[in-house]
């Protein structure tokens, strides 16, 4: 098992504390990964994912941080949304490398809002190699809606137990009709990406990733869950503008799909295989 041990340090005044999980004596890594929490969640992650990436990685001889942000977990200071978390990331980042002799460059791994978070600061900090992103989030009103038309009301159709519940009489059908006729009003109302901008944010969230992802020069690994709407309206997203066909498609993206993960990638096997895929990805270059 990695050699793991305890950190706090500093952001705005509130202390961060996450774990470091380190290779073996002797080893002298020159990169190491930072993985960046998603969504209500803390440095475990969900199904203690970001635990055993965090000790795969180390015992592989890469090293890894996973930290909460504040106001999460055991941090200290108000909740930040994942637009607002680049003085934590850039904290993390600053004392991984003191801790880490030799250490010169980090990838930031997350997952979801995690993948994003990290995907918009990335462009910032040249100490950022790379990345690895897991469903990101490039939510929007039509955007959600689209993929809940093309995958989800497709996939109940096939789905006996939609029809057993027909059969049964236990099935709303009003409420059913209410919610798609209100997801086809959403899904049809503009563009794929173009939604309206809160006034606070002059551009839609998934313009910001791709003008940030554009700017990063770095490498970036994709990984999506074939059963989970996040990834499939990124999916839809990146497949319908050329725009993003054109940047995913350059060298320096990879992307790997599990048809039947769910969004969290809740299932050993699929952990495993998403750890594997980051190893080796990582050794790649």
């Given at each position: 098992?990695?050699?793991?041990?305890?950190?706090?340090?500093?952001?705005?005044?509130?202390?961060?504390?996450?774990?470091?999980?380190?290779?073996?004596?002797?080893?002298?890594?020159?990169?190491?990964?930072?993985?960046?929490?998603?969504?209500p969640q803390y440095r475990a992650g969900s199904h203690?994912?970001?635990?055993?990436?965090?000790?795969?990685?180390?015992?592989?001889?890469?090293?890894?941080?996973?930290?909460?942000?504040?106001?999460?977990?055991?941090?200290?200071?108000?909740?930040?949304?994942?637009?607002?978390?680049?003085?934590?990331?850039?904290?993390?980042?600053?004392?991984?490398?003191?801790?880490?002799?030799?250490?010169?460059?980090?990838?930031?791994?997350?997952?979801?809002?995690?993948?994003?978070?990290?995907?918009?600061?990335?462009?910032?900090?040249?100490?950022?190699?790379?990345?690895?992103?897991?469903?990101?989030w490039v939510r929007t009103e039509e955007g959600a809606?689209?993929?809940?038309i093309k995958h989800y009301y497709k996939d109940r159709?096939?789905?006996?137990?939609?029809?057993?519940?027909?059969?049964?009489?236990?099935?709303?059908?009003?409420?059913?009709?209410?919610?798609?006729?209100?997801?086809?009003?959403?899904?049809?109302?503009?563009?794929?990406?173009?939604?309206?901008?809160?006034?606070?944010?002059?551009?839609?969230?998934?313009?910001?990733?791709?003008?940030?992802?554009?700017?990063?020069?770095?490498?970036?690994?994709?990984?999506?869950?074939?059963?989970?709407?996040?990834?499939?309206?990124?999916?839809?997203?990146?497949?319908?503008?050329?725009?993003?066909?054109?940047?995913?498609?350059?060298?320096?993206?990879?992307?790997?799909?599990?048809?039947?993960?769910?969004?969290?990638?809740?299932?050993?096997?699929?952990?495993?295989?998403?750890?594997?895929?980051?190893?080796?990805?990582?050794?790649?270059?």
């Amino acid at each position: 098992m990695p050699d793991e041990r305890a950190i706090a340090f500093a952001c705005r005044g509130a202390w961060l504390y996450g774990i470091l999980s380190l290779p073996a004596a002797g080893a002298t890594p020159r990169r190491g990964v930072v993985i960046v929490v998603g969504g209500p969640q803390y440095r475990a992650g969900s199904h203690r994912q970001f635990t055993l990436l965090a000790r795969d990685l180390a015992a592989a001889g890469i090293p890894a941080l996973r930290f909460d942000y504040r106001g999460m977990g055991d941090s200290e200071g108000d909740v930040q949304d994942f637009e607002n978390v680049e003085d934590d990331l850039r904290a993390a980042i600053d004392r991984f490398i003191i801790e880490v002799p030799g250490l010169s460059e980090v990838v930031l791994w997350g997952l979801c809002d995690g993948a994003s978070a990290a995907a918009m600061y990335a462009p910032q900090d040249e100490r950022v190699a790379g990345l690895v992103l897991l469903n990101p989030w490039v939510r929007t009103e039509e955007g959600a809606a689209r993929a809940t038309i093309k995958h989800y009301y497709k996939d109940r159709l096939f789905d006996p137990a939609l029809w057993k519940k027909i059969g049964s009489g236990q099935f709303d059908v009003k409420d059913s009709v209410r919610s798609l006729w209100g997801n086809v009003g959403k899904a049809f109302g503009s563009k794929p990406g173009a939604a309206v901008a809160a006034p606070d944010s002059p551009t839609p969230l998934p313009q910001r990733m791709q003008g940030a992802l554009a700017s990063f020069g770095g490498r970036v690994l994709v990984v999506l869950s074939g059963a989970d709407l996040t990834a499939q309206e990124f999916a839809d997203l990146s497949g319908s503008d050329l725009t993003w066909q054109r940047l995913l498609g350059s060298a320096r993206f990879t992307r790997r799909q599990i048809d039947k993960a769910d969004h969290t990638f809740s299932r050993r096997p699929w952990q495993d295989q998403v750890a594997a895929w980051t190893r080796d990805w990582l050794r790649s270059w």
